[in-house]
Each structure stands twice: as structure tokens, then as C-alpha cells.
């Protein structure tokens, strides 16, 4: 830490004493381990919990599943429709899958228009049966028009999922996944695809 850093750190400490401390931490640790657009965790919390998951369901011979989530043709959408209708879509696809997941499983923004939800306890079966329903859901889903001016078709978006089951290896899970999400690709998208 610059002592510049050290200095304007201290200052804000104290400036906020006790109660109004607590709240600006609180409120500090939000904007650290959150993704401003979606609120969803960022990648930064998602290493962080996916370790302590990964831990806990080896120790405990638990099964745990990886899914990962792609907004199909979200470049082309963005380009066609302008990055605020791009960014109301993200928020859309964030709330279908915040509706569909349990308090337990854990969902993170990867990047631009992709997701990791971590699912303990999971077998990659029933995640399928998650899965299927964020992308029906998704499908039929019409997302809100941020301008009168953009045509109906920008209302319609889908996604593509792959998915993976943990057997020991964490980055072996996670590519797995991965190409899953490529395989859901290249079969034409909108599809959830188990490896």
C-alpha cells in the first residue's frame, strides 16, 4: 500500500466511528466482492468460495457441479442494440438465474455476458435439471426495450450452458465445463450440454 493510500485510509477511519464504521466496512466489502451491474458475486469471491466448496466436498465425499452460462450472440446483440440494451439483457439473464438457484449454490459473474453458478451437493444430473430450467426460462423471457426506438427482436435472447460434475481436480472440472458451454455452441446454442 502507498503511503498515500495509508494516509486517505486512515483519514476515512476517522471520520466514521463506531456504528458509521461498521456500515462504510460493510458497505466496502459489498463493492469488493460484488459485480457493480448485476450485484452478483465477482470473479474475485467466486476463486475464493469455489476453494472452500471444492475443500468441503472432497473431505466430505459430497458431489459438486459446475455450470457455466453464455449469452448466445451477445457480442452481435450488443453491437445491433447498443451496450445499455446489452446491459438490461445481463440483468434479465441475472434475475432468471437468482430465481432458479438455491440459497446454497453460489452465482458469479465470469465476464462480459458469461455466469458460473457453484452447485454443492449437486450431482451433474440434477444441475441439468437447473440448467434446463434458467434456459427455457431465458427463452421465453422478453427483455425490457431501454428506447421506444429498438425493434421488438431485441426482447429475445437465449443462452447456452455447459456443465460439469467435480471429481478431484478443480481446473479439470472447470474446463470441463467449458467445453460443454462450446460444445452447446457449436451443436447451435440454446442448449444445455453435460461432460
Not at 462504510?24 to 460484488?34: G, Q
Not at 451433474?124 to 427463452?139: S, Y
Not at 467435480?166 to 458451454?181: M, V
Amino acid at each position: 500500500m502507498e503511503k498515500g493510500e495509508t494516509k486517505y485510509i486512515e483519514e476515512i477511519l476517522e471520520k466514521y466511528k463506531g456504528k458509521a464504521l461498521t456500515k462504510f466496512l460493510k458497505r466496502l466489502y459489498f463493492y469488493a466482492t460484488r459485480d457493480s451491474l448485476t450485484g452478483l458475486w465477482n470473479r474475485r469471491m467466486l476463486e475464493e468460495v469455489l476453494g472452500k466448496e471444492v475443500l468441503k466436498s472432497l473431505r466430505y465425499k459430497q458431489p459438486l457441479s459446475i455450470m457455466i452460462i453464455d449469452i448466445d450472440d451477445f457480442k452481435k446483440y450488443n453491437d445491433t442494440y447498443g451496450h445499455l440494451q446489452g446491459d438490461e439483457a445481463i440483468k434479465q439473464v441475472t434475475k432468471i438465474i437468482m430465481k432458479n438457484i438455491r440459497k446454497a449454490d453460489f452465482a458469479a459473474r465470469y465476464g462480459g455476458e458469461e455466469f458460473i453458478i457453484v452447485l454443492p451437493n449437486t450431482k451433474k444430473e440434477n444441475a441439468k435439471i437447473v440448467g434446463e430450467r434458467i434456459r427455457k426460462e431465458v427463452e421465453k423471457a422478453k427483455i425490457k426495450k431501454i428506447s421506444k426506438d429498438l425493434p421488438d427482436d431485441c426482447k429475445k435472447i437465449t443462452v447456452s450452458i455447459g456443465i460439469s460434475e467435480l471429481k478431484e481436480n478443480i481446473n479439470e472440472t472447470l474446463r470441463n465445463a467449458d467445453l460443454a458451454l462450446f460444445e452447446a455452441k457449436k451443436r447451435g446454442k440454446n442448449m444445455v450440454v453435460v461432460k
